[in-house]
């Protein structure tokens, strides 16, 4: 099914900006909505936000909306997530996935999971 993997996390600031990147070497990319995850210590894996196959629509976790933004380049097997005005309690491991549904939230509906990525925000 191919291999997603995630890049661009580290310790930030409460306030401050950070990209990730999830690159999938899997040739049916672009039918695919990537999604990406977040667990933080002692807690469940939650849902943070998603982009459909296409690029045209995007769904996100209230506790990231108006802050975060998912963005696909089809070309280039990429998808990302852009976190901006970060707060300590966005800090967890962040994970890309792909599933073939849409509106979905729950980790059961998606099918690859990247290894993650650390993302540390100080107060």
């Known amino acids: 099914q191919g291999e997603l993997v995630e890049s661009g996390g580290g310790l930030v600031q409460a306030g401050d900006s950070l990209r990730l990147s999830c690159s999938a070497s899997?040739?049916?990319?672009?039918?695919?909505?990537m999604g990406w995850f977040r667990q933080a210590p002692g807690k469940e894996r939650e849902f943070v936000g998603a982009i459909k196959w296409s690029g045209e629509s995007t769904h996100y976790a209230d506790s990231v909306k108006g802050r975060f933004t998912v963005s696909r380049d089809n070309a280039k097997n990429t998808v990302y997530l852009q976190m901006t005005n970060l707060k300590p309690e966005d800090t967890a491991v962040y994970f890309c996935?792909?599933?073939?549904?849409?509106?979905?939230?729950?980790?059961?509906?998606?099918?690859?999971w990247g290894q993650g990525t650390q993302v540390t925000v100080s107060s």
């Open positions: 899997t040739r049916s990319f672009s039918t695919f909505t």
């Open positions: 996935a792909a599933t073939f549904l849409w509106l979905t939230v729950t980790t059961e509906t998606y099918n690859i």
